[in-house]
């Protein structure tokens, strides 16, 4: 199984501030696996990435991901106040799910 | 719009079954480019993957959870269920039900998502 280790565990930025959030996995995966959500308090979470450089539909051009091997980001170029929130990474294989264990990103 | 809504006891003893139904609308639970999964998350920590089944009930679960899970699908009501046996405290969590959409070169995500119900394991 495939263990999934995000850094740091909190992030304090201003808004208009760039944002890098990390993902290490345990073992080399596949991108095309590897997907990143946003979580915010009392709601489900919201798919952002997908094949760890893909946007979802309806997500802002400022999110995207990168990545290969065991080293995958998800960056925010210019954060706005509705991004603050907790960030999550999946990756899927051998048919499981393993997320990690997310990196909250405060206002400063 | 896919929509899905879990349904089920708050509050379970410990050593009983946490049983919870989702109900799909917007899309058929028969769908052959998705998956159906239960995802968990315990108060104030992070995202635990529970297991998810196709429409033909072939299902994938949570190594750690195996042993006490059992995940079905009705496909004329267009739900899917999940059976937790021999419930603790560490039960406790809000349970999401989710529509995992194929993504291209055989990759399965959570697009969308129930609201989530707290299930509560108490005496």
């Known amino acids: 199984e495939t263990v999934l280790t995000q850094s740091p565990g909190t992030l304090s930025l201003s808004p208009g501030e760039r944002a890098t959030l990390s993902c290490r996995a345990s073992q080399t995966v596949t991108s095309t696996y590897v997907a990143w959500f946003q979580q915010k308090p009392g709601q489900a979470p919201r798919l952002l990435i997908y094949g760890a450089s893909s946007r979802a539909a309806g997500i802002p051009d400022r999110f995207s991901g990168s990545g290969s091997g065991t080293d995958f980001t998800l960056t925010i170029s210019r954060l706005e106040p509705e991004d603050f929130a907790v960030y999550y990474c999946?990756?899927?294989?051998?048919?499981?799910?393993?997320f990690g264990q997310g990196t909250k990103l405060e206002i400063k | 719009q896919v929509q899905l809504q879990e349904s089920g006891p708050g509050l379970v003893k410990p050593s009983q079954t946490l049983s919870l139904t989702c109900t799909v609308s917007g899309d058929s639970i028969s769908s052959r480019t998705s998956y159906w999964s239960w995802i968990r998350q315990h108060p104030g920590r992070g995202l635990e993957w529970i297991g998810y089944?196709?429409?033909?009930?072939?299902?994938?679960?949570n190594p750690s959870l195996r042993s006490r899970l059992s995940i079905s699908v009705d496909t004329a009501k267009n739900q899917f269920s999940l059976k937790l046996n021999s419930v603790t405290a560490a039960d406790t969590a809000v349970y999401f039900c989710v529509r995992d959409g194929y993504f291209g070169s055989g990759s399965y995500f959570p697009d969308y998502w129930g609201r989530g119900t707290l299930v509560t394991v108490s005496a």
């Open positions: 089944i196709y429409h033909t009930g072939t299902t994938y679960y």
């Open positions: 999946l990756h899927y294989g051998d048919s499981l799910h393993t």
